[in-house]
């Protein structure tokens, strides 16, 4: 994990006022699985430290986002960990409650607050790279997302990309398959596509395990048999990764480290004394390829 204080952009905590034990959470969508894995782990880390967690979803809807960030319908809380994907560096600096923060993710890669986040381009270029160590060369990217972007989908595509060219492998568009979102359904379909296509392909790198899932059903329904005739990695290494069939291959991000780091901030802020200045922080975890059945040739 990687730890770059600004020497310049910093920030003011509010006056010392009474703690209420409160830790407010402003997450996407918990039905992403990564999303609701990761909650429970910010959860158990705030009982640890004695703190209570209250969760809002905010769906990545701008006014929502901006309203969790203002404390809008909200109890008086400690801190704020938000997760966002429509808010900007301009949304944040007018806040109307502007206490300890914390964002993670890459949505606001550069602003005078700290983050923590996961580095995407890095997490796709290892999964490229892993199903080339394992024989294939041409790889197909299942997702960009154009018509509703994503941070993270970008920079996984780049990340994708990196990899191709570095590694010499096919550079083909017919290869890149978007998706609307990073969902089983979505990732079923665009392997649909992709393979109703007819360019020939021996690896599927997908934007997350939840699109992977649906790419491992849907070859299983063309009769393409997961590794030998095409090699599959997700990204995320959520739970049920492991009881897939077969068990899906993933980069797996430091999610600890997100949620100490995340909790180490936090917790700096709050407890500096009125009227200091606080360092911002901006750290990025390390990922790791966890290899399974899927790309086990």
Avoid: K
């Avoid at 398959?177 to 596509?193: I, N, Q, Y």
Wanted: aromatic share 4%; hydrophobic share 40%.
């Amino acid at each position: 994990m990687s730890d770059t204080p600004s020497a310049t952009r910093r920030i003011s905590p509010l006056s010392r006022r009474q703690r209420t034990g409160i830790i407010a959470l402003a997450v996407p969508n918990l039905e992403e699985p990564y999303f609701a894995e990761l909650t429970t782990l910010l959860a158990r880390g705030a009982e640890a430290r004695g703190l209570s967690i209250l969760i809002q979803q905010t769906e990545g809807d701008h006014q929502r986002e901006i309203d969790v960030a203002n404390g809008v319908g909200l109890p008086e809380t400690d801190g704020l960990i938000h997760i966002p994907r429509s808010l900007t560096v301009g949304d944040l600096t007018r806040r109307t409650d502007p206490g300890p923060l914390v964002l993670l993710g890459e949505h606001i890669a550069v602003s005078p607050f700290t983050h923590v986040s996961i580095d995407n381009r890095r997490t796709a270029d290892l999964a490229t790279a892993h199903l080339a160590d394992a024989g294939c060369r041409r790889v197909a990217f299942l997702g960009p997302r154009v018509s509703r972007p994503s941070d993270a989908a970008d920079q996984r595509f780049a990340g994708y990309r990196d990899a191709v060219s570095r590694l010499g492998l096919a550079d083909d568009p017919e290869l890149i398959v978007s998706v609307d979102a990073f969902t089983s359904e979505e990732g079923a379909a665009a392997l649909g596509r992709l393979h109703s296509s007819g360019v020939a392909y021996d690896g599927v790198v997908c934007s997350n395990d939840s699109v992977a899932f649906g790419v491992l059903a849907a070859l299983h329904e063309r009769g393409r048999a997961v590794p030998s005739d095409v090699a599959v990695i997700g990204i995320d290494n959520v739970h049920a990764a492991q009881f897939s069939v077969p068990a899906l291959s993933s980069v797996a991000p430091d999610d600890h480290g997100i949620v100490e780091a995340a909790f180490t901030e936090l917790e700096r802020q709050m407890a500096a004394r009125p009227g200091a200045d606080v360092p911002v922080r901006h750290i990025v975890v390390d990922a790791t390829v966890i290899a399974r059945a899927s790309t086990a040739r």
